[in-house]
Structure formats: C-alpha cells, structure tokens
C-alpha cells in the first residue's frame, strides 16, 4: 500500500527522520542516531541484501565511519552472516 507508505514517511521526516531507501538506512541527524532498514522478513535476508550491506559496511570502513560499520557488523551477525576483518 504505497499511500499509507508516503503517509508513514511523512509523518517520520515530521519528526526529522530520513529514510534513505538505496542505503536500506534511516537517520535522524537532529539526534545523532541512524539504523538499518530490514523489512518484514528481518530474519531472512537474501544474497542480494546481504551484498549491500557488505558493501555499505565496507564503504562505512573505508570512511572511517566504524560506528555505522560496527552497526552493520552486528545486524549481519543477527541475521548469521559472520564477518572476521582480520582474517584476509
């Protein structure tokens, strides 16, 4: 239901949250806060999600970002995806 989809949206930028649908992220920057969007299937992630968020981590790194990448790191933990940055 798209409507209620804008609906929703509008209601968070109301409240200063932007919802960044490429990154699959949300941010409210007035808070400092920010956080992954999985859906309704937070338990299931498929290869092609998985793959961004390797990316996204890896972009995050490479940014000196280690708080969005530690963030990352351990939403693919939960969904047992295992991650060893010191392994090459």
Not at 52 to 75: C, F, G, H, P, W
């Amino acid at each position: 239901d798209f409507e209620q989809a804008d609906k929703i949206r509008a209601e968070l930028q109301d409240l200063g949250v932007d919802l960044l649908d490429k990154e699959k992220l949300w941010k409210c920057p007035s808070r400092g806060l920010q956080g992954i969007i999985t859906g309704f299937r937070a338990n299931e992630l498929s290869d092609v999600e998985v793959s961004t968020l390797v990316l996204q981590r890896e972009k995050a790194r490479m940014a000196n970002d280690y708080e969005l990448s530690d963030m990352i790191r351990d939403e693919l933990k939960n969904h047992g995806v295992t991650i060893d940055d010191k392994r090459k």
